[in-house]
């Protein structure tokens, strides 16, 4: 069984990508296993979204809220009194 390193990998998987063949298909013609071909494809695929350190930006927004307050006359009425 031949060792492969990770950029042997990558380029197998970009080999399969630009192929447009099926994983099972493009594995059958390298002699590779599905199985572990799918493991090592995912690895890369994670390891390429990974940008490292994103840059923040502090954003500073000021809000004014101006409402009216009107006033209201509630009263509520049960068998013990009113309320108002």
């Known amino acids: 069984m031949q060792r492969r390193?990770?950029?042997?990998?990558?380029?197998?998987v970009d080999k399969q990508i630009a192929s447009g063949l099926s994983v099972p298909k493009f594995c059958?013609?390298?002699?590779?296993?599905?199985?572990?071909?799918?493991?090592?494809?995912?690895t890369i695929v994670k390891n390429e979204?990974?940008?490292g350190f994103m840059q923040a930006h502090v954003v500073t927004q000021h809000t004014t809220m101006?409402?009216?307050h009107q006033k209201?006359?509630?009263?509520?009425?049960?068998?013990?009194?009113e309320l108002s």
């Open 66 to 68: 101006v409402s009216e």
């Open 28 to 42: 059958q013609q390298h002699q590779l296993n599905p199985k572990y071909f799918y493991g090592r494809k995912a």
């Open 49 to 51: 979204s990974q940008t």
């Open 72 to 81: 209201a006359n509630f009263s509520l009425t049960t068998s013990a009194g």
């Open 5 to 12: 390193t990770l950029d042997d990998w990558k380029s197998l």
